[in-house]
Each structure stands twice: as structure tokens, then as C-alpha cells.
């Protein structure tokens, strides 16, 4: 006779035994409810895929349509565009951003793979960016999916030239003006003091280059009382000249706190950099040259090691500084001065990148480090 004693609940029912067959069966048909749910189950997970796949495709051809009315012949609009489609599409976009990049002259490919490496998928540039510069170039947004006449792109690219020319001339006007307003600056400051309260804390003494002037004279000129965070500097202030190529751009003013203000204005520091000493006449062989991020990291390498040296004022310019000053010396060592990031204990990455910038040429990265110091002036 089988026996009837109770099996443990499974799905919510018992069953009788009966040499295991029974159970067995129950079992069975336990699976096969169990996989009918996950059928179900992945049904529905195949549906809301479906249709996140059908809204990429209808966002995909939005932005398509939109890029019709943008041109690509302006890098930051190229590098902003492609930030806006790999914010909603990923990785994915990039098929669509390197075919819009492919109408200008210019595309490289290999160049548009490697910024769109750099690319953030969680950047803060996203796809009303881009819908809002089609607009603005004539898109209108009404569902309609049409590709411009040729006539109609060479008229709207014509009106994007206008605009770009006219914007540029704005902007060079604006650093032509800011440029002559560091000039005159310069001019009316005196040769840095060693007994400067910021010289005197960071224990480095002024180059023929590093200039000074009083606060008061400074704000007589620009029109204003040079700020840092909201907080006027006061008394004697460093005036630090950046050039950028072989021009004056603007200045940087650092007072005895370390507060530090740069002209207001279109005067740009990006590519700009200031040299403690003159730099090599020639090509820069036999010289080593070292490349740091403020004033007063590039005076304390400098006194170290007696080598020129150059500070470009943002560890985000490190790069940018490195490969202009690796161009025009191209036979000099380069030597990337790094401070440790507060966060991490590691060396700064926009040195590492920096330095890897021109590896290929020569590979020197100075990292200078200490268990409580995470300045290299310190």
C-alpha cells in the first residue's frame, strides 16, 4: 500500500508519495508552470525591449534629421554633437556622428574615433543641445522626415559661414581688447619683490618675468576691483603675463593670500603659458625643459634643478601646453611636473596624460611625492 505521508510544499501544494512518482510528477509539472511564467515573463521582457528599440530607432532619426541642418566644419560644434548622441545613444551613436562628421572636407577617422573615446556617455551635453542648433539653423520639428535639397544646404551652410565669421570676429575683437588691457598692466607694473607674502610662504624668489604691482593701480586700469570667489585680492599683487603662440592673452594676479583673478574678458588661458625665463632660441637640443601647473610649482622645480621651466595655470592645460611646447622644441626633454590628487594618492592623470601626450618622443614623467605632501611646491 503507498503510504500518504505529506511532501514539503512546492508551488504552494502538497502532494502524496508514492515511490517518488508522484512527486516526481509533481515536480514535472511544478517546471513546467515555473517555465511558462518565465516564457511570460521574457515575453514581456522582449516587449519593453521591442519598444526601447523602436524609440531609439524614431530618437536615432530625429537627431538625423536635425543634424541635416548643422554644419560640421566647427570643431566644438563637431566635438559638442557627438557628446549630445553618445549621451542618448552610446557607443551606438557613433555610426551617426562619424556620418555627419563625413560631410565636412576635413574628417578624419581616425582622429573622430579617438574624440569619441573621450566622450562621456554621462556628460552633461545631451540631445536638446543638439535639437536646439538645428532649430536655431532652420529644422523644424514636425515629424516630417525629408532630407534638405542640396540648394537648401549650400543656403543654410552659407548662413552658418555668416554666423561663425561674425562670431569670431566678436571673440577676437573681445581678446584683442583684453590682450591690450594685460599690456597695459605689464607696463605700468615694477619687477617682483623677494619679500612678496605669496613668494615668501612658497620659499621661491621672483624671475626677471614675474611681475608686481598694487591693487589699487591694477583696479585703475581694468575699470574694476580684480575678485577671486567673490573676495577682492588686496595689497601688492603678482602679475603673471600668459601668452598664448607668440601673443599676449591675459593676465593672472595672485595677491599675498594666494587668491588668484584673471582679466575679465575673451582673453584665454587654454594653450597659454608662462615661461620663468626666456626660453631656447633654437630647437631646444641639449635642453631639458619642465612643465608644471602654478607659478609657484614650476619657481620650486626650477630652483631644484636649475632648468627653464613653465607653468600653464590648469592641470586640465597640461596637455594642450606639452604638445605646443614639445612643437616648438622638438629636440628638447620634456619634463611633466605632477602633484598627487587629493582624492586618490595617485599622481594627477591630466599629467600622466600630459606626459603620454608626447611619450612617443620622450617618455619623462617627474613625479615628485612624499606620504603628507601632496603639493610638488610643498
Not at 87 to 116: I, K, M
Not at 175 to 192: C, E, N, P, Q, Y
Not at 240 to 263: H, Y
Not at 276 to 282: E, G, H, K, R, Y
Request: one cysteine or more.
Amino acid at each position: 500500500m503507498p503510504s500518504k505521508s505529506k511532501t514539503p510544499h512546492l508551488g504552494g501544494e502538497s502532494q502524496k508519495s508514492f515511490g517518488g512518482y508522484i512527486c516526481a510528477e509533481y515536480t514535472t509539472q511544478s517546471l513546467h508552470r515555473q517555465a511558462a511564467l518565465a516564457d511570460q515573463q521574457t515575453l514581456r521582457s522582449s516587449h519593453d525591449s521591442a519598444t526601447m528599440r523602436g524609440n531609439m530607432v524614431l530618437i536615432r532619426e530625429r537627431m538625423r534629421q536635425a543634424l541635416h541642418f548643422i554644419p560640421a566644419s566647427d570643431r566644438e560644434t563637431w566635438v559638442r554633437m557627438g557628446m549630445a548622441i553618445k549621451s542618448e545613444l552610446g557607443d551606438e551613436g557613433f555610426e551617426l556622428w562619424d556620418e555627419w562628421s563625413r560631410q565636412d572636407d576635413s574628417h578624419d577617422p581616425r582622429s573622430a574615433r579617438d574624440v569619441w573615446r573621450s566622450i562621456s556617455e554621462n556628460g552633461k551635453v545631451g540631445p536638446g543641445t543638439l535639437f536646439h542648433k538645428a532649430k536655431s539653423n532652420g529644422w523644424s520639428d514636425d515629424g516630417a522626415r525629408w532630407v534638405p535639397s542640396p540648394e537648401e544646404q549650400a543656403m543654410r551652410q552659407q548662413e552658418a559661414d555668416r554666423r561663425a565669421a561674425q562670431g569670431e570676429a566678436e571673440i577676437s575683437h573681445a581678446r584683442a581688447k583684453t590682450a591690450g588691457l594685460a599690456d597695459k598692466i605689464l607696463k605700468a607694473a615694477t619687477k617682483a619683490q623677494p619679500d612678496h607674502s605669496y613668494l615668501v610662504r612658497k620659499c621661491v624668489r621672483p624671475p626677471p618675468t614675474l611681475r608686481e604691482i598694487q591693487v589699487d593701480a591694477a583696479a585703475a586700469i581694468m575699470g574694476y576691483a580684480p575678485a577671486a570667489s567673490g573676495i577682492p585680492l588686496a595689497g601688492p599683487l603678482l602679475v603673471v603675463p600668459v601668452t598664448v603662440g607668440d601673443k599676449l592673452s591675459t593676465l593672472e594676479l595672485i595677491d599675498g593670500d594666494g587668491r588668484k583673478a584673471a582679466l575679465a574678458g575673451r582673453g584665454t588661458k587654454a594653450g597659454g603659458y608662462w615661461a620663468a625665463q626666456s626660453l631656447p632660441a633654437d630647437g631646444g637640443d641639449g635642453s631639458v625643459l619642465l612643465i608644471g601647473e602654478g607659478v609657484a610649482t614650476v619657481l620650486s622645480a626650477r630652483e631644484a634643478t636649475g632648468h627653464p621651466a613653465i607653468a600653464c595655470f590648469a592641470n586640465t592645460n597640461l596637455k594642450q601646453v606639452a604638445e605646443v611646447i614639445h612643437e616648438r622644441y622638438p629636440a628638447a626633454e620634456i619634463v611633466v611636473l605632477a602633484d598627487v590628487a587629493k582624492a586618490t594618492g595617485e599622481p594627477d592623470p591630466y599629467a600622466i596624460e600630459a606626459a603620454r601626450s608626447v611619450v612617443k618622443r620622450h617618455p619623462v614623467l617627474t613625479l615628485l611625492r612624499h606620504e603628507e605632501l601632496t603639493h610638488l611646491s610643498s
